[in-house]
């Protein structure tokens, strides 16, 4: 039996559009998006089993960031 039933990949781009055009090309499909209008932060492609998501570096940073604000005032 297999633990992993729908892995996805996350990959960390600076240009997240540019990223799933990309992918696009290879034959996936967005399947979601966030936000919905404007420049995304994230988007997620599928490609028959297979998905990736596509996350801003900005958000990953500005998450990486908050959590050790977290940590460090936990600390305390």
């Known amino acids: ?3 992993f039933r729908n892995p996805q990949v996350i990959l960390f ?3 997240v559009v540019r990223a799933a055009t990309f992918y696009e ?3 996936f499909t ?3 998006r ?3 209008d404007g ?3 994230h988007i997620d492609l599928v490609l028959d089993d297979y998905r ?3 996350a801003s570096v900005s958000l990953h940073a500005m998450i ?3 959590t050790q604000c977290l940590m460090d005032s936990a600390l305390q």
Request: hydrophobic share 40%; net charge negative.
């Open 13 to 15: 781009s600076s240009d």
């Open 39 to 41: 420049e995304p932060i």
């Open 64 to 66: 990486m960031a908050s």
């Open 25 to 27: 090309s290879l034959g």
């Open 1 to 3: 039996m297999s633990i």
């Open 30 to 32: 967005e399947t979601f």
């Open 34 to 36: 966030v936000p919905n």
């Open 52 to 54: 990736i998501g596509i």
